[in-house]
C-alpha cells in the first residue's frame, strides 16, 4: 500500500462539497482536512471533484463481454477481467455482477451461473473494483431452488433477486424480432424453445411455494433481496412480507410510491436517466427521483450511465449533485448493507475518483483509488511521487 494525500480538489463531506484535502493511509481514509498533509504519493486535485466511489447494486453489461454477438462466446475469465475495467474507468468501485440463472440453456443457464460464480470467486483478489455477486433468480426456474438455497447457505451470494421475466416471454413469441433474440441466446431451434416455454409455464402452480422457501433461505442466510419490476403495489406489498426491501425497476408510479410509503429502497436504472425515458416505454427515473420515489440508480447496462446520470439530473435542475451523487454511492452502500463506504469520512474505506467537471454533462474521470491505491489515472501530470506537502501551507511559510 501507498500513502496518498489528495490536495485541493473539491470534495463531496456531509452534504456539501467543500475545498479541502484528503488523507489516505492504507485501505482507508485517515483524515479529511483543509490544511496541509503529507504521503509517499500526492495527487493534484486542483479544479477536480473529489467525490465517493460509485457502488453499482445492478449491473449485467458484462453478458456483453461474454457473449458480444449470439452465439458468439468467449471465456468468462477473459470476460470479467475486460468488464473490471471498464467499471473503474467509469469510477464504479464496487460492482455487483447481475447474472441471471433463468430455464433457459445458452447465456442464462445454469452452467453459465455457475462458471460466473466460480470466476467471481477465482478472480476476486486480481479485480480492481469490489467485485460481488448479484444473483437475479427466474422464480420459474425451480429445478434451481436447491442449489440457490446451498450458494445462500454457504455465503456465496452477496444480493438475490427475484425475476419473473414469462409473461414478456410469452408475448415476445408472437414478435418476430425479440422472439428471435431470445432463440438465438439460448442457441435451442424455434421448436425446442417453443416446447421449453411450454414445459415451464405447465409447472406455474409451484413457483409461489418456491418463492416462499428462497426467501426464508435468504433471510436466514442474511442475504439482502430484491424484487425485479415489480408492477403493482400488491405485487410490492407481497414480496415485502417476505423480507425483500429493495424494489428493482417497479413498473408504474403507484408500485414505486408503495415502496416509498414502505420504507424500500427502489432502484431504477441510470441509462433511464441518461437517455431522457426508458427503453421499454415502463417509468421515466427523471420523474420518479423528482417525486422522491427513487433511492438509488444502477449501471444496468452500461456502466458510464451512473456518472453521467448523476451530473446530468444537477444540470437539469432535477437534484443538487450531492443529492445525486447519493443515488449512485452512499444509497446503495446503505441498501447492500455495506456501511464502510459511499462517503468522504475518516475510517472509512479509500474508494474515491477525482472528475473533471469543466464540460458540462460531460464528466470526465481523471482519477480512480479502489481501497487505498490508485488504479486508473488519465493525467501523470497530477502525481507527485514523493512526499506530498500543501502548496498553500509552502506558501505560507
Not at 470534495?11 to 485501505?27: C, P
Not at 470479467?80 to 433457459?104: C, K, M, P, R
Not at 435468504?218 to 423480507?243: I, T, W
Request: overall charge negative; glycine content about 8%.
Amino acid at each position: 500500500m501507498t500513502d496518498i494525500f489528495i490536495e485541493g480538489g473539491r470534495a463531496l463531506l456531509g452534504g456539501e462539497i467543500l475545498e479541502t484535502s484528503v488523507q489516505i493511509a492504507g485501505s482507508k481514509i485517515s483524515a479529511v482536512e483543509s490544511g496541509h498533509g503529507r504521503g509517499s504519493l500526492g495527487i493534484d486535485a486542483r479544479d477536480l471533484l473529489v467525490l465517493p466511489g460509485i457502488v453499482d447494486l445492478h449491473g449485467d453489461a458484462f453478458e456483453r463481454q461474454i457473449m458480444p454477438r449470439p452465439g458468439v462466446d468467449f471465456p468468462v475469465d477473459v470476460a470479467l477481467v475486460d468488464s473490471d475495467q471498464q467499471a473503474i474507468g467509469n469510477g464504479i468501485t464496487t460492482v455487483f455482477h447481475a447474472t441471471t440463472w433463468s430455464w433457459e440453456p445458452g447465456l442464462r443457464s445454469a452452467e453459465n451461473a455457475r462458471d460466473l460464480l466460480k470466476a467471481i470467486e477465482t478472480l476476486r483478489p486480481q479485480l480492481v473494483a469490489d467485485t460481488r455477486f448479484h444473483l437475479r433468480h427466474e422464480t420459474y426456474n425451480l429445478d434451481a431452488e436447491t442449489e440457490i438455497e446451498q450458494w445462500l447457505s454457504d455465503g456465496r451470494i452477496d444480493l438475490f433477486a427475484f425475476n419473473d421475466h414469462m409473461d414478456s416471454t410469452i408475448a415476445s413469441l408472437a414478435k418476430p424480432q425479440k422472439r428471435n433474440r431470445m432463440v438465438e441466446r439460448t442457441g435451442l431451434s424455434s421448436d425446442a424453445f417453443d416446447s421449453l416455454v411450454e414445459r415451464v409455464v405447465s409447472r406455474s402452480d409451484a413457483v409461489p411455494a418456491s418463492i416462499a422457501r428462497l426467501a426464508r433461505a435468504a433471510r436466514d442466510a442474511n442475504v439482502r433481496m430484491l424484487s425485479h419490476d415489480d408492477d403493482s403495489p400488491e405485487m410490492r406489498k407481497a414480496f415485502r412480507a417476505q423480507g425483500v426491501g429493495i424494489a428493482e425497476f417497479p413498473v408504474n408510479e403507484e408500485t414505486a410510491r408503495e415502496a416509498a410509503e414502505g420504507g424500500d429502497f427502489i432502484v431504477f436504472g441510470a441509462p433511464n436517466v441518461v437517455r431522457g425515458g426508458s427503453h421499454t416505454g415502463w417509468t421515466k427515473a427523471a420523474d420518479m427521483i423528482a417525486k422522491g420515489l427513487c433511492s438509488v440508480l444502477a449501471s444496468d447496462y452500461y456502466y458510464p450511465a451512473p456518472l453521467l446520470a448523476a451530473f446530468r439530473l444537477a444540470a437539469e435542475g432535477v437534484l443538487p449533485l450531492t443529492e445525486a451523487w447519493d443515488l449512485i454511492s452512499a444509497a446503495p452502500a446503505r441498501g447492500a448493507g455495506l456501511t464502510d463506504r459511499g462517503v468522504l469520512a475518516e475510517g472509512r474505506r479509500a474508494d474515491i475518483i477525482l472528475v473533471d467537471d469543466e464540460v458540462p454533462l460531460r464528466p470526465r474521470i481523471v482519477a480512480v483509488i479502489a481501497a487505498g491505491r490508485l488504479v486508473h489515472l488519465t493525467d501523470a501530470n497530477r502525481l507527485n511521487p514523493y512526499a506530498a506537502i500543501s502548496r498553500k501551507a509552502v506558501a505560507a511559510a
